[in-house]
């Protein structure tokens, strides 16, 4: 690109960046009040087993209302929660909560929280998740943490180490949005995941029949059967994604097809329905 090409881009490219860094700085102004303002909630979506279709875990998932600003969706504000180092606090919060409405569920329910690199690489990590499961009483077995590749390309975390002192607590451990990151398989052999959670792209894909997404699921699945983990398809919107992931084995579902992320009250009368059934 020619020098005066390049000025030309810089013209175009100057507001959007402003707009992009003015969006991040009220966004951030507003976080650093929104857990003592109340202003987020859980939302719990299940997670169900691809053979009956029973209900195996919820996911966590945080929301946020501002007064000024309404819904925001967590994949704008957690980003920013990062950099400005406020992610700890509200993952705390998260954890703390997940797991007091995880004692509501039958005994079998376990729940997933979501955690985000900056969280497990801060040292008062593992400390916080033994004192969520002791103030909730909840059984380590029912806790399962999701975090991404990106936790192994943080430099001098010890994520490995980390990740183990979990599992030796009883933690599951799930590692979501697998195949979008850069991360080496070598962790897989070093860090015994419970689960992989195959990522909604190729989901997507493979019932599209696109040859490649059906070609990396199949050998997600092999691999994680080989190493003793299960496989959750994210994201399964309808009958014919569903149709496929089961065909190439994934052990459970997730996705709007069986239910979306829904308030804590609406997530317990799902129990209540199963209960008068039985
Ligand atoms: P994730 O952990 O991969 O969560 C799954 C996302 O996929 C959720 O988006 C969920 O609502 C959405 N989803 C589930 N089923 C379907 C489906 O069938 N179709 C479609 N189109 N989407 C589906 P959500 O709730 O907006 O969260 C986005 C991301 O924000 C999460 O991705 C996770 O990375 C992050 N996040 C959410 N809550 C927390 C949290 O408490 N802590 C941290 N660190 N990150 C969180
Ligand atoms: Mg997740
Ligand atoms: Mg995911
Ligand atoms: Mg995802």
């Not at 004692?103 to 400390?127: C, K, Y």
Request: with cysteine; charged share 25%; aromatic share 6%.
């Amino acid at each position: 690109r020619s020098k005066d090409q390049g000025g030309g881009s810089h013209n175009t490219y100057e507001p959007q960046l402003h707009v992009h860094a003015e969006e991040r700085r009220v966004l951030e102004i507003a976080l650093r009040k929104a857990l003592e303002r109340n202003e987020f909630t859980v939302h719990y979506q299940p997670v169900v087993s691809a053979e009956g279709g029973t209900i195996e875990s919820f996911e966590a998932l945080l929301r946020w209302n501002n007064p000024e600003l309404g819904n925001v969706s967590p994949a704008r504000f957690v980003p920013v929660a990062e950099d400005a180092r406020l992610i700890g606090p509200i993952g705390e919060w998260v954890l703390r909560t997940a797991c007091q409405e995880a004692m509501r569920w039958p005994d079998h329910i376990r729940v997933a929280v979501n955690v985000s690199a900056e969280q497990l690489g801060h040292p008062g990590f593992v400390t916080s998740v033994i004192s969520a499961l002791s103030h909730s009483r909840l059984h380590a077995h029912r806790l399962e943490l999701e975090v991404t590749e990106s936790v192994f390309m943080r430099e001098g975390t010890g994520a490995v180490a980390v990740l183990d002192q979990l599992l030796a607590l009883g933690v599951r451990l799930a590692l979501d949005d697998f195949g979008t990151g850069y991360s080496s398989l070598g962790y897989l052999s070093k860090t015994k995941f419970n689960t992989i959670k195959i990522d909604r792209s190729f989901v997507q894909g493979a019932s599209k029949n696109a040859p490649e997404a059906l070609a990396i699921i199949r050998a997600v699945v092999a691999m994680a059967d080989s190493l003793g983990m299960a496989t959750t398809a994210e994201g399964v919107e309808t009958e014919q994604e569903l149709a496929t992931v089961r065909k190439l084995g994934c052990r459970k579902i997730q996705g709007y097809l069986f239910g979306r992320p829904m308030p804590a009250p609406e997530a317990r009368r799902l129990f209540d329905v199963d209960r008068a059934v039985a």
